[in-house]
Each structure stands twice: as structure tokens, then as C-alpha cells.
């Protein structure tokens, strides 16, 4: 139910005031009064007046001076004002001047101060929803936007995530929104380094057509390995391609899984090999697998940035991938340690890697124990 029009009377003679009040209350409107312009000027700006009747002729404060003042304040240049005036044209066009949207002249009819009250009553109404659909749009836009940039954020931080996540990785830390894996920290991981043998020679030799294909074609099988087995991709340059495990989320079986993704890493790559011979080039495929602590964190610059792992562990694994013939896995002895329960892997005995003072032992990977893999 519409709430009761308030009507604020304005006028130094209480027997004015009380014959408006006799009109007016019956059609239920509410009416408050003001005998004087400052306190007619008070009771507006604490009070919700829906339209004010004012006299022209007052102590102090004219009703011209009451009308200007209202126009003046923004917060009630649209409240209606009916101006009390004599038969007088000089007053009509005064008040009109002053910023009155009415007048009636005294002495008033009563059903034309009804009629006119009502009619200026309903165009407030109008102004009033006007105003509010206005907010409320301006706040629905402002929502708009929001939701805008937040999905636009998010879609930025997705593609950030995911070029180093797995897909199910990169939707939990979207869902939680927890980011501060990227901050740098040190943990325990298993690294995996593979490449193409023979990649340098072949990309010297054939048309950047051919290149393109023959990398496409091995990033995708690889890629899909890496986010079947959860691993997380911290290098994809050319032919090199790098695998974390055990971070960002933990992953206690990280050496396993490492060794499993290997392993059909070299399936999937062995299929692509035969097909590149077929087609005249010379490519076969490597795998090194190493097991240590190293430094993870966000690197880069506003707009572009990677996550990486810094520590030797990377390096044992680049190093083992280098040592690796084609088609050999080769692991270090901590992987083999964690993964022994399912791996079938002939130790090649000590090697001399470059960046490392100490000879590193290390084990060729010649399958899996299927019963106890569970692939």
C-alpha cells in the first residue's frame, strides 16, 4: 500500500493552516505545518515532505525567498511547491519566476487546490520512481562491471594456471582462489626432463612447415600424458619439455607417478617415431627422472610471468635426460628407491654428469610391473 502523501503547509496564520488541514486531511493526505520560512526550510530538510503549500506573505522570509532556496538545494530542486497568492498577476508571474510549479489564488476553491495538489502529487510520484530506477540501474551496472572484471580476472588467472597446471589443478585453485603457491618456497619434488634426439639436426634440415608439424604432434602426446598423470608443467620450449610432481599440491607418490607418465611418454612417442621414420626424419626421444629439493616460486614481470624450480635437482634431471640413449629412461637413485615396488630398471652404474663434482648412479628403466603400477 502507497504510504500517505505529506504536506507541508507554510503559513503565519494558524486559521490558513487549519482550514488547508480541514480540505486536505479527509482525502488522506498527512499535513505538517511551518509557520515561518526557516522553519519551513528546517522541517523539509529533516522531514520526507512530499509537496509544500506556501504562503507569500510572511515575516522575516517571503514564500519567494523559501521557493528560491528550495530550488537551490539539488536535494529539493523537484519538490513541488504550490504557491498561496493573491488574485494579483504580478505575484503569479513572481512566484512562477521564483521556481513555483502552482498557484492558487486565495480565496482558494477547494477542489481546485485538490485537483492541483494531486496532479503535481502523481508527477512526483513519477520523478520519484524515475530516480529510484535510476539508482538501481546504476547499481545493476555497477554489479555488471564487477562481475565483469571478476570473470575477466578469472579467465586471465586461468590462463596463467593452466599454462603450468593440469586442468583439474588449475580448477581447484580457481574454486578456492588461493594463489599463494606462487609465492616462492622450497619443497621436496620429482623432476621430469625429456627431449628429442636428433632435434637440432633435423630442425636445420627440413622446412619450418614440417618443423611445426612434428611439434604439434609431440607436444600434444606429451601434453595430455602430463595432465592425465597430474603433473605439473614448468618448461615447454621446443623439444624440451619439463614435469614437476609434489608441488603445488603434495603428491606422495610423485616419484611413481613420474616414472608411470614416463613410461607411456616413451609408448606414445615410440608410435610417433616410427611414423616421422616413415616420413624420412631422423628423431628419437630421451627421458631423465631426479628426485630433490629445490626453490619454487612465480617468476617474470607485470603481464608475463612463469613458475618454476630452481636447484640442482633440475639439473640432475636435464643432465640424466642428455646421458639418456634413444628410447632410455633413466633415473637417479632416489627415484629408483621410491618407485622400486614398480619399476623393472637395470642400474648403468655411475656417471660422470657436467655441472656435478661427484659421479651420479643411475638406473635405465626397462618397464613396469603392471600388477603393481595399476596401469
Known amino acids: 500500500m502507497t504510504e500517505p502523501a505529506i504536506i507541508l503547509v507554510v503559513d503565519d496564520l494558524p486559521q490558513n493552516v487549519r482550514l488547508l488541514e480541514a480540505v486536505l486531511a479527509p482525502r488522506g493526505y498527512t499535513v505538517v505545518q511551518a509557520t515561518s520560512g526557516h522553519e519551513a ?98 547499481a545493476w551496472n555497477r554489479q555488471l562491471e564487477q562481475r565483469v572484471q571478476e570473470q575477466v580476472d578469472a579467465l586471465e588467472r586461468m590462463g596463467r594456471l593452466r599454462r603450468f597446471l593440469s586442468p583439474q589443478l588449475a580448477e581447484l585453485v580457481m574454486s578456492s582462489g588461493d594463489e599463494s603457491f606462487l609465492k616462492s618456497h622450497r619443497r621436496e619434488i620429482t623432476v621430469v626432463f625429456c627431449d628429442l634426439r636428433g632435434f637440432t639436426a633435423f630442425a636445420e634440415t627440413v622446412e619450418p612447415e614440417d618443423l611445426m608439424l612434428v611439434l604439434n604432434q609431440y607436444h600434444a602426446a606429451l601434453g595430455d ?49 616410427e611414423e616421422w621414420s616413415r616420413q624420412g626424419h631422423e628423431l628419437d626421444f630421451g627421458v631423465g627422472i631426479a628426485q630433490g629439493h629445490a626453490t619454487l616460486g612465480q617468476i617474470g614481470f607485470e603481464g608475463r610471468s612463469d613458475y618454476t624450480a630452481i636447484g640442482s635437482v633440475t639439473n640432475l634431471a ?55 603400477a595399476g596401469v
Not at 655411475?350 to 610391473?369: I, T
Request: aromatic fraction near 6%.
Open 225 to 273: 600424458l602430463v595432465h592425465r598423470f597430474e603433473g605439473t608443467l614448468e618448461r615447454f620450449a621446443g623439444d624440451g619439455l619439463m614435469v614437476i610432481f609434489n608441488d603445488p599440491l603434495p603428491c606422495p607418490d610423485g616419484p611413481r607417478r613420474a616414472v608411470r607418465m614416463a613410461v607411456a611418454m616413451r609408448g606414445r612417442v615410440t608410435q610417433l617415431v
Open 41 to 138: 526550510l528546517q522541517r523539509v530538510a529533516s522531514e520526507p515532505i512530499d509537496l509544500v503549500l506556501l504562503d507569500i506573505v510572511m515575516p522575516e522570509m517571503d514564500g519567494y525567498e523559501v521557493c528560491r532556496t528550495l530550488r537551490a538545494d539539488p536535494a529539493t530542486r523537484f519538490l513541488p511547491i504550490v504557491m498561496i497568492t493573491a488574485s494579483g498577476e504580478q505575484e503569479k508571474v513572481v512566484a512562477i519566476e521564483s521556481g513555483a510549479d502552482d498557484f492558487i489564488a486565495k480565496p482558494f476553491d477547494h477542489a481546485e487546490l485538490l485537483a492541483r495538489v494531486g496532479s503535481l502529487l502523481r508527477i512526483k510520484r513519477y520523478h520519484d520512481t524515475i530516480e529510484r530506477q535510476a539508482v538501481e540501474l546504476a
Open 318 to 372: 636435464a643432465r640424466l635426460c642428455g646421458a639418456a640413449a634413444p628410447r632410455q629412461i633413466l633415473i637417479s637413485q632416489r627415484v629408483f628407491t621410491a618407485a622400486e615396488d614398480i619399476v623393472v630398471a637395470d642400474s648403468i652404474g655411475e656417471l660422470a654428469l657436467r655441472g656435478f663434482s661427484r659421479p651420479a648412479r643411475a638406473y635405465n628403466v626397462v618397464g613396469l610391473d603392471e600388477a603393481r
